[in-house]
Structure formats: C-alpha cells, structure tokens
C-alpha cells in the first residue's frame, strides 16, 4: 500500500531546515564579523606601532643627525684649542728663555747688591743703633701725646656735657630724653592700610650719636630727605635700662636739696613707655640680676632715693607715695578704698590754692619706708589702670599713670632752707598778683607790705632756719619746725595713636580721643611756653592742669621721648620728635638754687 505523504509536512519540514542553515549562516556571519573586528583592531595596532616606529626612527635620525653637528662644532673647537695651546706652548717657551736670563742676570746683581750691603753695613754699623733708639723714643712720645690728647678730648667732652647741663639749669630748660627701641616682631605685621609705598617694616630712625636722633623720611618716587633732631641725650636700641637710668639718677640728688622733680614718658603706643618707666614683668625663671636689670625708672628711681636718705640722718626724711591715672580726662586716686577696705579707684578734682599751687582734693598717700614698699604699694593698684588690646599692642595703656613720691623733711640743709623761703617769697608775690582781699591780708596795709619784705631779706640772708612768713599770717608753724615737702612725679603717659591703625571701636575709640585730646592739650601748652604767650592753656586738659606745677613751675622737668624705628610708625614718630624739640625750647622761670645758696653764704 503507497504510504501517504503530506505536502504540508514536507514544506513545514524543509523550512525548518532552511531557517536552521539561516541560523547557521547567521551565526558564521556573526563569528567572521566578530574575526573582522579582530583584524581590523590588530591591524589599528600594527599601524599605530608602524608610526610609532616611525617616529622613534625619525626622532633617532634626528639626534644622530645633532650629535654629528655636535661633534662636527667640537672638532673644530678642539682644533682651534689645540691651535692656541701650540701658540701659548710657542709663548711659554719664549718666556721660559726670557726667565732663564733675568734668573742669571738677577742673580748677578743681587751678588752685586750683597757686596754693597755688607760694605755700607759696615760703614753705618756704628750710627744704627742710635737712630732706632731715637726713634723709638719718638714713637713713645707721640703715642704718650696721644694717650694725652685723647683724654683731654674725653675731659672736654665731659666738661662740655656738665656746661650744657648747668646752662640747661640756669636757662631753666626742660631737659629732653630719647630712646629708640629696637624692632619687634610686631613690626613686621602689614596691613592693608600701608598703600604701596615702602615696606613698614623697614628702620628707619637712628640714634647715630649719643645727642641726635636721624630720621629717613622715605616717600615714593622721592629722593630720601633725613631729618636731624637734637636732645640733651638719645639712647639706641642697644642700651640697657640701667644706662637709660644713669642718666636720670642726677636728678634725684635734687629732690633732698629742695627741688622738685618729675619725670614723664611720652610717645606712640608700643614705643616703650612702659617698659622704660616701670621695666619688664619679672619671670620666675629670672634670676634677681636679671629682674634688677630690667626694672624700669620708677623702682630704680625709688631705690636710688632711699640709697640717698640711708645718707642722711636717721629719721630725717619721710617718703609718702601717692598713684593717680587720668582716664578719660578724669584724674582717679587708685590707692582710695572703698567700704571694705579693698583698692578702688575713686575720682577726684584737681584745684589751684589761693597760692597758686595745684592741689588733688582727698589724695591717698600711703607712706613708705624702702624701694619694695613703693612697688608693693604700685603693684597693687596697677590692674586697676585702664588696659584694653588694639591692632598696635595687646596690652595698650588707656590712661596715664602718674606715681607721686613725696619726702618730707624735718631738718632741711641750708640749700633746702633756701629753696623754702624763695618758695615763701614766690607764694607772697602770687597773693599780691591775686584780686582778692581779706581785712588780715597785709596788702591793705603798705608800712605792713614794706616791713614783710624787710623781714624776708634778713631771714633769706641767714644760713639758720627761721620762722616763715606770709602776706597773709596764719597760725602755721615755723620753717624749722615744719617739715621741708618736695615731690617727684614719675608720670607714663597713654600712647597716641592713629585711630584707623589701632582698629578700636565703640568706648576704647572715646579713649582714644580722650587721649589724643589731652596729649594734644599738653603739645599746646609747651608750644605757648615756648613761645611765650600771655596765655598757657593748663586747664584745657586734666592732664596738664594736674602738671601744671611741673610743666610750667620751677621743677625739674625731664621728657623721656619714646619713639618706634620703622617706616609703619613714622609720622607718630616724627610728632613725638617734634614736641621734644618744642619742650627743648621752654625757658621756664629761673631757678633758684645758685641765687639762694649766694644769700646762704
């Protein structure tokens, strides 16, 4: 029976096979695409190689090509050197022919030169010894007349120094003082403000000699014009605190022969007013040479005054101490207690007397018996001054401190004596100018006024104390029976400043301009004493009404100028220079010692 076949199958069946050979052709497609990739990937490879190779060999071409130029340019240099060492070789040996006979022709004339010295050595054998002696002789007397000379020339400047000094006490002067600091890490700070001109950091004041300071007055684009000052001396960076004090320690003598004394620092803040007047803080690590060498004037001043009384008589002389500070134009007494007994700063008036003189009203004085009281007494009332950090010091004075020693007397000598009855005399003149009157003031009286002065004559021409006498009498005791009174005011004044550099704000600006404004006040009265107005404005500040005595009486003024060396403080420098040379040209009212020691006698 024919087996039956389905056509259906059949096509089903070979499109199977079709699409499995498609399949297949599909699948060698894809392996001979992915084979291509392959090739094509290795042949991107070889050509990248094949340029590289390239490359490599032109680079290598290139270099062979430069190291035959090299070589080519170092065979001809070694020809030319070889050529110029033929010639020197060539010159050498001329010269070597030419040494050869000057060697032989020196040679004979030395030979020459020998026999002589030895003919004229015996010649002059006898007269050598005779001129070295002579003239060792003159040697020794030149360098004698040296030695001579030069101390001649230091006794003359010694000499020239004293003169100054007794022309400065006469004139009544104030004497003036400065010291430069040295730099300091601060210096080196820059600020926005500093503009483009020279760095801020730069020295530009000297101390060149013991007597001037020069200043470089540097300005951009400008030639460098320096700026000479002159004071009765200048201290350098190098010089030590005791060197700045030996020059101060004069002073004190005066104190015990009647005068009155005040020393006051002043410059910029950060200038080393501080530091000059009361020294470093001592470290514990510090030996107490070391703490001794850098105390300041203030306890240098106090140990050198209880040195001079230790001198003196025993129980002769009492010392009360007294720390005020004018803050914002307030003066506050800083040894005053308050109810429990502790250190508080409490505000006080300062008033002219009907004598003229400036009075504190309610003043503490504290009194003591040597240095270390005195610092004791300082150092406790110390963290009650006005403190506050700005961009120029961290630690910046926002007052000035003035530090009062006053020694009394209770058997003053005769140049005390003397000092006491011109006072009397002074005071008497004072209440005669003054528009007021009193039914037991002598004014109204002119047999009374005339008799007074015949009394003072007769007691000022004795050498022996004798009662004191007043226009106007009163129940006070005698001059030998009340305590001679003389002060020494030690004063740090409060750093000026440039509002914009200290970078303050809020209270410490009004500070600031409180300090400004009274350190100004003190620039105007120096500058109407030394141009002898009729009007010296004291009273425009607290500061100068409460030194009026010292600044314009008849003390011993002394003005410690503290002043930075860089360009960044320059202009603050140069106002602290320029108000030295104005206090330089204050004659204040005459002393009184050389006249009042010619009545003594």
């Not at 000059?276 to 107490?288: A, D, F, V």
């Not at 226009?471 to 004063?491: D, G, M, N, Y």
């Not at 409060?494 to 914009?500: I, M, N, Q, R, Y």
Request: charged share 25%; glycine share 4%; hydrophobic share 35%.
């Amino acid at each position: 029976m024919p087996l039956f076949i389905n056509r259906d199958q059949i096509f089903a069946h070979q499109v199977h096979l079709l699409e499995h050979k498609l399949r297949s052709k599909e699948e060698r497609i894809l392996e001979l695409e992915t084979e291509n990739a392959i090739l094509h990937l290795r042949l991107a490879e070889c050509l990248g190689k094949l340029r590289r190779d390239q490359e490599e060999e032109t680079k290598a071409l290139n270099h062979y090509q430069h190291q035959r130029d090299a070589q080519n340019i170092t065979r001809s240099a070694l020809s030319k050197l070889l050529s110029a060492v033929q010639a020197v070789k060539q010159d050498l040996s001329e010269v070597f022919a030419v040494y050869v006979s000057f060697a032989t022709e020196l040679e004979e004339q030395s030979k020459q030169l020998l026999e002589k010295v030895e003919q004229a050595s015996s010649s002059l054998n006898g007269h050598r010894g005779d001129e070295i002696q002579n003239l060792q002789a003159h040697v020794a007397a030149l360098e004698h007349s040296l030695e001579e000379e030069k101390e001649r020339c230091r006794a003359e400047r010694q000499r020239r120094k004293e003169i100054h000094n007794t022309l400065v006490e006469l004139r009544g002067n104030i004497r003036v003082h400065c010291r430069v600091r040295p730099v300091l890490p601060f210096d080196h700070i820059q600020f926005s403000t500093s503009g483009t001109g020279p760095a801020s950091s730069e020295e530009v004041v000297y101390a060149i000699s013991d007597d001037t300071v020069m200043v470089n007055c540097l300005k951009t684009g400008m030639p460098v014009q320096n700026k000479m000052f002159e004071f009765e001396r200048v201290h350098g960076p190098e010089d030590s605190q005791d060197a700045v004090f030996e020059e101060v320690k004069p002073l004190l003598t005066s104190l015990l022969d009647g005068y009155n004394v005040c020393i006051m620092a002043y410059g910029q803040t950060g200038s080393g007013k501080t530091h000059t007047m009361m020294g470093s803080q001592p470290l514990l690590e510090h030996s107490r040479t070391q703490q001794d060498a850098q105390q300041g004037i203030i306890p240098k001043a106090a140990a050198e005054l209880f040195r001079l009384i230790s001198e003196k008589p025993a129980e002769s002389h009492t010392v009360e101490v007294s720390v005020m500070e004018v803050y914002n134009n307030e003066v506050f007494d800083l040894l005053a207690r308050d109810e429990q007994g502790n250190a508080a700063g409490q505000r006080r008036d300062v008033i002219t007397t009907s004598s003229g003189a400036i009075q504190v009203t309610s003043l503490t004085y504290e009194p003591v018996c040597s240095a270390s009281e005195v610092m004791q007494v300082i150092s406790s009332v110390l963290k009650l001054r006005a403190h506050c950090p700005t961009l120029v010091h961290t630690d910046s004075s926002r007052s000035h401190l003035i530090v009062t020693l006053t020694i009394s007397s209770k058997s003053p000598n005769a140049l005390a004596l003397a000092r006491r009855l011109q006072s009397a005399k002074k005071d008497m003149q004072r209440s005669t100018q003054k528009e007021w009157w009193s039914p037991r003031c002598r004014r109204a009286n002119p047999a009374a006024r005339h008799s007074s002065d015949e009394l003072f004559a007769s007691t000022a021409s004795s050498p022996c104390p004798s009662p004191s006498y007043s226009p106007c009498p009163s129940p006070r005791q005698s001059i030998s029976q009340t305590p001679f009174r003389t002060k020494l005011q030690l004063v740090d004044l409060a750093g000026s400043e440039c509002v914009g550099m200290s970078g303050v704000s809020g209270a410490a600006l009004w500070e600031v301009s409180c300090i400004n404004r009274s350190l100004s006040a003190l620039s105007d009265v120096l500058g109407a004493l030394a141009e002898q107005r009729p009007h010296v404005p004291y009273r425009n500040s607290k500061l100068t009404h409460l030194l009026q005595d010292s600044i314009g009486g008849d003390a011993k003024l002394l003005v410690m100028l503290c002043v930075s060396p860089t360009q960044r403080f320059i202009t603050e420098s140069l106002q602290s220079l320029g108000l030295g040379m104005r206090a330089r040209q204050v004659q204040k009212e005459q002393p009184r010692k050389k006249s009042n020691t010619l009545r003594v006698k």
